[in-house]
């Protein structure tokens, strides 16, 4: 199994500073020696939300590697060959994409911007956590998609229909 080619995955966002950020890192882990998971944004922030990367260590990730970053950088010939590309968020879905190398599956898994709630410090925690573990749970059920044995159109329905699955509350 170690001669199967590891499957590129860029998550899109605007800014690049919450949602693709948490996204690249939970597939980096989920789908160790499957996938690679990139995150960019359109109009990609200078750091790194203080929220997403309190989250991110919360939930046992480290931030190593990760940087808000432009799309630019994976639509050019230097580029990893890209199979999937996801929008996490309404703004990049509604932008006109680059050209990405390697004619990639594409699917919106849109979530509301934690960055863009008010409240204080505890609801504002809340609300990165909700998003993390909405994305957790669609990246869980991606990770686990039989791949080889899906045709395209099938796989093109299910990943439409993973931007659908909203989590339920958390219950404790």
């Known amino acids: 199994m170690g001669t199967e080619k590891l499957l590129n995955v860029l998550f ?3 800014g690049n500073s919450a949602r693709s950020i948490m996204a690249e890192a939970i597939l980096n882990r989920l789908g160790a020696g499957k996938f690679k998971a990139f995150s960019a944004g359109s109009h990609p922030k200078s750091e790194i939300n203080l929220y997403t990367l309190a989250t991110l260590q919360k939930a046992g990730y480290t931030a190593d590697g990760l940087r808000s970053k432009s799309w630019d950088e994976f639509a050019g010939p230097d ?15 509604a932008e006109e994409c680059p050209y990405w190398p390697g004619q990639p599956m594409t699917a919106h898994w849109g979530l509301p911007d934690p960055a863009a709630v008010e409240g204080d ?5 809340l609300a990165f956590a909700d998003t993390f573990r909405m ?19 099938s796989l093109q329905r299910r990943l439409d229909d993973i931007g659908k699955v909203i989590p339920a509350k958390n219950s404790a």
């Open 135 to 153: 994305l957790a749970n669609r990246i869980s059920i991606f990770c686990a998609l039989p791949l080889k044995s899906l045709d395209k159109l």
């Open 79 to 93: 580029a990893p060959p890209l199979d999937f590309v996801f929008t996490v968020c309404d703004d990049a879905a």
């Open 121 to 125: 410090e505890a609801f504002k925690h």
């Open 12 to 14: 899109l966002c605007t």
